[in-house]
């Protein structure tokens, strides 16, 4: 009996820690590229909640295949003006999200939050719009840490600025980006 009892302990530990260990994300460490096909992406888009372009308030988020960047609010704009970019702005604040519908997961979900996203940007004399964006930080549910460069060379065809009826600016929004997430 006491054998019998034991033997059912021993099991029913064994089975815990093995659906214990397997509760959360299980997660494929790499580097993923959506201009290799690792991914792809759907949209970026920043709404001009702070009154038009560069203006501080203003929120940024970004849809792919198996990710969500979203609630990046723009805090700060720095005038650059280096051989590349002409500005650099700071948004602070948002949550990126990463789930099985991508390479980097097997199953789960991954969860980083109060995140901050350096924007490196300039237009040019044709209205063509470059910039190149940049965070790192760690998962708040997961022992990983990440890289993610995110760059766009958009003509006015590839993203658009969009104005309510009285004039007003709405949001800006541009397709046919690239991102590149290193999880490590």
């Known amino acids: 009996m006491k054998r019998t009892a034991l033997l059912s302990f021993v099991i029913l530990v064994v089975l815990g820690f093995s659906v214990s260990v397997q509760a959360g994300p299980v997660v ?3 580097t993923y590229n959506s201009a290799e096909g690792d991914f792809t992406t759907k949209f970026w888009k920043e709404k001009f909640i702070g009154g038009g372009p560069g203006q501080p308030g203003n929120v940024l988020m970004a849809i792919g295949q198996g990710f969500v960047f979203q609630n990046g609010v723009l805090e700060s704009v ?8 002409d500005y650099k702005t700071t948004y602070t604040g948002g949550m990126l999200t990463l789930n099985s ?7 789960g979900m991954l969860k980083a939050t109060n995140l901050t996203a350096y ?4 237009v040019d004399g044709e209205g063509n ?14 022992p990983y840490s990440f890289d993610i460069v995110v760059t766009f060379d958009g003509t006015p065809g590839t993203y658009q600025i969009k104005y309510d009826p009285y004039g007003n600016f709405e949001f800006q929004m541009g397709v046919n980006y690239n991102v590149k997430i290193e999880i490590y």
């Open 78 to 85: 720095e005038v650059y003006g280096t051989d590349d970019w």
């Open 101 to 107: 519908k991508g390479p980097w997961l097997k199953k």
């Open 129 to 142: 719009l470059h910039f190149q964006l940049l965070m790192t930080g760690s998962f708040d549910n997961a």
């Open 28 to 30: 494929n460490p790499g």
């Open 119 to 122: 924007n490196y940007s300039t």
